[in-house]
Nanobody
């Protein structure tokens, strides 16, 4: 099993930047595909980004492509989400997730079997 703890959320003005971190403990971090999801009030949890086990391959939702960057440091057991040019519609709780059932970069929540508790991001206009 793996335990995930997100940090780095907060309040930022539109156009600003934030970097989220997700620290993992437990089994070997490099064996997990990692993903980021977000959930806005009253909405379904949606895919944001995913990164392969060694970090060489990434995938993004169209809504964040070109503004967000996912990366990982396996030596630190941490995955990051660098968010730039933030918009009010990026306001949500952000969750990191891990999957060890496949090496594919999944984009649906059902394909991830471990989740963090979330960190809140608020973008003011």
């Amino acid at each position: 099993q793996v335990q995930l703890v997100e940090s780095g959320g907060g309040l930022v003005q539109a156009g600003g930047s934030l970097r989220l971190s997700c620290a993992a403990s437990g089994r070997t971090f490099s064996t997990y595909v990692m993903g980021w999801f977000r959930q806005a009030p009253g909405k379904e949890r949606e895919f944001v980004a995913a990164i392969s086990r060694k970090g060489g391959t990434t995938n993004y939702a169209d809504s964040v492509k070109g503004r967000f960057t996912v990366s990982r440091d396996n030596a630190k057991n941490t995955v990051y989400l660098q968010m730039s040019s933030l918009k009010p519609e990026d306001t949500a709780d952000y969750y990191c997730a891990a999957r060890d059932t496949s090496i594919l970069l999944a984009t649906t929540r059902d394909e991830y079997n471990y989740w963090g508790q979330g960190t809140q991001v608020t973008v003011s206009s």
